[in-house]
Nanobody, 129 residues
Framework: QAQLVESGGGSVETGGSLRLSCAAS????????MAWFRQAPGKEREGVAV????????DYADSARGRFTISQDNTKKTVYLQMNSLKTEDTAMYYC??????????????????????WGKGTQVTVAS
């Protein structure tokens, strides 16, 4: 049974950093896409960052580019999201997601929630001013 487990969330002040981890118990194909999404209360779930396992190609939402870094450890089947210079608007529940065979998807599709088959339960990130 596929399972994604997030960890590393917490409360930080504006300008602080957090590193999220996602441990995946799924078949680790080179064509997997692993992504981070977030959802704030009253808002839709939005893509934050994605990594294509085969080439380690990454893409980011505009709100995350330059501040967040997604990376992977294939031997540990773990994906990370390093978040720096955090802002209050980064406050949300952060979810890890995975889908196999995403090589043909566009960058836009790779940041769309509907693309993904497997989801974790989320980890809360709160940024206080």
């Amino acid at each position: 049974q596929a399972q994604l487990v997030e960890s590393g969330g917490g409360s930080v002040e504006t300008g602080g950093s957090l590193r999220l981890s996602c441990a995946a118990s799924i078949t680790w194909y080179s064509t997997n896409c692993m992504a981070w999404f977030r959802q704030a209360p009253g808002k839709e779930r939005e893509g934050v960052a994605v990594i294509y396992s085969g080439t380690s190609t990454t893409d980011y939402a505009d709100s995350a580019r330059g501040r967040f870094t997604i990376s992977q450890d294939n031997t540990k089947k773990t994906v990370y999201l390093q978040m720096n210079s955090l802002k209050t608007e980064d406050t949300a529940m952060y979810y890890c997601a995975a889908v196999p065979g995403c090589g043909m998807f566009t960058n836009l599709q790779r940041l769309e929630p509907s693309t993904y088959l497997y989801w974790g339960k989320g980890t809360q990130v709160t940024v206080a001013s």
